[in-house]
């Protein structure tokens, strides 16, 4: 590797010549390549340490603005990948110090890459979003737990008031069940799926009350049954409002982390 130079790494996938990536550039614009190991191929990218080192790239982080861009750019490359074959992407900023840290990286990992690339194949990965509306899902809560009662006008309306109150008092945790068996059920539709972190509000952008972040890995043939599953779910429970993203390289699911080195 030339001084002054590391290695991103994008993705691995199968196999991929140097020819098929045509004129795709990476991170810092620089002409995308492949590292070759015994059948898994690396796709990288030679970046200037200066920018891309330890240090700096500590620093560059915590510049958003730098970060979008950047992180634009890594997604580009791996979606283009994506729509080629089946890809394992590696996370943001993974950046080593030559090729031959890559050639080990591979041949070290190779049982995890290549029981990734064969759960990914032919699967693509949705993200699915649950929002809570604290009074309507209150009022929903509420309507069930006094539905069974046949009580007269004056007690029907004590018993309303009460499962109210009752609601309001519980709506955290009757949101985080709601959530947790939408992921459930999601679940039976999907190869695999993840409950994620739920998002900042502060990093969102949005006051939306989030209650469930999932992630899917969904067979290519059966992503529409899941996209009418998604809005079966979303008419199934009051209060609860579903978002369905996608299709996503499938970064959650790609199962195989080193440090750098």
Known sequence: MTEGLGVWLYAVTPGCGGEELGELTGVAGE????VVVDGLTAIVGSVPLEVFGEQPLRAHLEDLDWLEGTARAHDAVVSTL???????????????LDDDRVRDLLAERRADFAAALELVSGRTEWGVKAYGDRAALTAAVAESRTASEGKGAGAAYLARRRAQLSAQ?????????RAEEIHTRLLQHAAAGRRQALTDPALSGR??????????????DRTDDFATIVTALGDEFPGIRLELTGPWPPYSFAGVEREPA
């Open 31 to 34: 002409p995308v390549r492949t």
């Open 82 to 96: 994506v729509r080629r074959g089946p890809t394992v992407p590696l996370r943001l900023a993974t950046v080593f």
């Open 169 to 177: 008092e519980t709506i955290e945790r009757d949101a985080a069940q």
């Open 207 to 220: 006051r939306d009350w989030l209650v469930l972040n999932g992630t899917y890995l969904v067979d290519d």
